[in-house]
Nanobody
Framework: QVQLVESGGGSVQPGGSLRLSCVHSLNNFYINTMAWYRQAPGKQREVVATITSGGRTDYRESVKGRFTILRDNPKNTMYLQMNSLKPEDTAVYYC?????????????WGQGTQVTVSS
């Protein structure tokens, strides 16, 4: 059974940092794209950052320069380093992995980890 386990969430003051981790049980060879999403109360889930199998990264505009997405294939782990956190970053953060498959790619999600930024 596929497992994606997130950790690293918590409460932090504005300007603080957190590092989220997502450990998975998938075969890295078949992974296409890995991503972090977030969902704030009353809002739709939104993509925060993505990283392709080739290492190309992309970020939503509001986190550029503050967040960094990383993947460590030998450890089967993806990270989201979050610096200069703002109250508007408060949300449940989810890791997402898309795996190449036939007849179509498969989509896997973690259970989510809460990030709260407040003074």
């Amino acid at each position: 059974q596929v497992q994606l386990v997130e950790s690293g969430g918590g409460s932090v003051q504005p300007g603080g940092s957190l590092r989220l981790s997502c450990v998975h049980s998938l075969n890295n060879f078949y992974i296409n794209t890995m991503a972090w999403y977030r969902q704030a109360p009353g809002k739709q889930r939104e993509v925060v950052a993505t990283i392709t199998s080739g290492g190309r990264t992309d970020y939503r505009e509001s986190v550029k320069g503050r967040f960094t997405i990383l993947r460590d294939n030998p450890k089967n782990t993806m990270y989201l380093q979050m610096n200069s956190l703002k109250p508007e970053d408060t949300a449940v953060y989810y890791c997402n992995i898309i795996v190449r498959s036939i007849p179509r790619d498969r989509d896997y999600w973690g259970q989510g980890t809460q990030v709260t930024v407040s003074s």
